[in-house]
Nanobody
């Protein structure tokens, strides 16, 4: 059974940093695109950053220059480094990934993690 498990959230002061991790567990044949989303109660979930299997990354405009997404294929883990955090970054952060679940023909399925709370407050 495939699972995505996030970690690294917490309480941080404005200007501080956090590093989120997303570990993929289970029988898989690979990981295609990965992404980090966030959601504030009452709002829709929004895409913060994404990274393709070739390492190409894209970011929400408001986090460009502050957040960096990366991945380690050998560890089956994705990361979101968040620097210069602001109160408006407060949200539950979710990992999302397209997982290759069969070798041939290749078939992918989309999975979500359970979320990790990030709170930016003095």
């Amino acid at each position: 059974q495939v699972q995505l498990v996030e970690s690294g959230g917490g309480l941080v002061q404005p200007g501080g940093s956090l590093r989120l991790s997303c570990l993929v567990s289970g029988n898989i044949f690979g990981i295609d695109a990965m992404g980090w989303y966030r959601q504030v109660p009452g709002n829709q979930r929004e895409l913060v950053a994404s990274i393709d299997s070739d390492g190409s990354a894209d970011y929400k405009e408001s986090v460009k220059g502050r957040f960096a997404i990366s991945r380690d294929a050998a560890k089956k883990t994705g990361y979101l480094q968040m620097n210069n955090l602001k109160p408006e970054d407060t949200a539950v952060y979710y990992c999302n990934a397209d997982i290759v679940i069969t070798w041939w023909p290749p078939q992918t399925e989309n999975y979500w993690g359970q979320g990790t709370q990030v709170t930016v407050s003095s």
